[in-house]
């Protein structure tokens, strides 16, 4: 199992702590580190600063959102940092929710997430695969545009600029069973957001057609201490803004998915009190039991033990968010 390094997205400004984490994960010998956007902060150019700073890490995109870029700009960020890295990228991306994509960018949340997210992946391969122009007669993504508004005049292009990798690494975070089943059909990895390693047959199903060398690749909180429960709260933060937050109270995919872990009433809770605008009690009300299973939290001896969890099961990298250089070498010596 890979170690990687997931520095997510920034908070208010840039976190002096991240580049001092990416070196250190590359000396520790770290397979990667991850950037992560919002609505902030973007994940390219964060993860270009790593590059410049760092010389074997592999560098991806945990998640770029498909909202923010049209496909064939997503294709070109990517073909651009993979040249200047020296072939160390890999493209993460994500589809986000109807609160983002509307609210942030101002577009409409396809009424098929399938089908554009399909659509868009077309077209990163072409541009990265350079056989030809690009050339797609897509509901959301299409190429050239011949839409009513259009002038009618676009041309299929090709990229002027030859990749370095036509099989630059595709991973797609998904979560609902649909969305992970097409993710193992077309992407070389997949980026869940909550991962249980006790709790494996909730997507033992969609999983079941990974061809050879799917990437399993979840990003995990971790944290070396000695009191469990405070360990545990940064974890609990993070639930309670996904879970209570990022979504609408009809249709929030995080929500759902802890609901499909075996967390239904108490993600209804949550979700209910954070929407009453009591996000203390929302944070209070995640239990201590899930956060700690999608995370890895104590003293190094428990961590060595619930290491293994994660080693027996089908993850194939693990992204680590972590606090500390302490942390992080800790992780790396247990994982060696």
Not at 58 to 69: D, E, F, S, V, Y
Not at 207 to 229: Q, S, T, W, Y
Not at 241 to 258: K, Q, S, V
Request: hydrophobic content about 40%.
């Amino acid at each position: 199992m890979r170690l990687g390094l997931a520095l997510g997205y920034w908070g208010r400004g840039p976190d002096p702590r991240h580049l001092e984490l990416a070196r250190e994960a590359e000396a520790l010998g770290y397979d990667s580190v991850w950037t992560a956007e919002s609505w902030g902060s973007d994940a390219f150019t964060a993860l270009t600063w790593i590059a410049a700073h760092t010389s074997r890490i592999g560098l991806g995109t945990g998640i770029a959102q498909m909202a923010a870029r049209t496909p064939t700009a997503t294709a070109m960020h990517a073909l651009t940092l993979d040249h200047l890295s020296g072939g160390r990228m890999t493209l993460g991306l994500g589809l986000s929710g109807p609160q983002v994509v509307e609210g942030w960018y101002g577009r409409p949340f396809p009424k098929s997430p399938l089908t554009a997210t399909r659509e868009y992946v077309d077209v990163v391969r072409q541009v990265l695969r350079r056989e030809g122009p690009v050339t797609l007669d897509g509901r959301f993504h299409a190429h050239p545009y011949r839409g009513p508004d259009g002038t009618g005049l676009g041309r299929p292009l090709k990229p002027i600029t030859h990749p370095l990798r036509a099989g630059l690494p595709l991973f797609l975070a998904a979560e609902g069973p649909k969305n992970i089943a097409q993710t193992a059909r077309i992407a070389d990895g997949w980026l869940p957001l909550y991962w249980s390693p006790t709790r494996t047959s909730v997507y033992r199903a969609a999983l079941a057609d990974a061809p050879e060398g799917f990437r399993v690749a979840p990003m995990v909180r971790a944290a070396i201490c000695d009191d469990v429960a405070e360990g545990l709260l940064p974890v609990k933060a993070m639930l309670g803004f996904y879970i209570g937050g990022m979504g609408h109270a009809t249709r929030n995919f995080h929500a759902d998915l802890m609901a499909r872990m075996g967390y239904e009433e108490a993600a209804r809770r949550i979700q209910h009190l954070f929407l009453e605008g009591r996000r203390e009690d929302a944070v209070r009300a995640v239990p201590d039991a899930f956060a700690d299973e999608i995370s890895l939290v104590g003293p190094r001896e428990r961590i060595a033990e619930r290491l293994e969890l994660w080693r027996a099961g089908p993850v194939t990298d693990l992204l680590v968010t972590a606090p500390d250089p302490h942390t992080l070498r800790v992780l790396a010596e247990l994982n060696s």
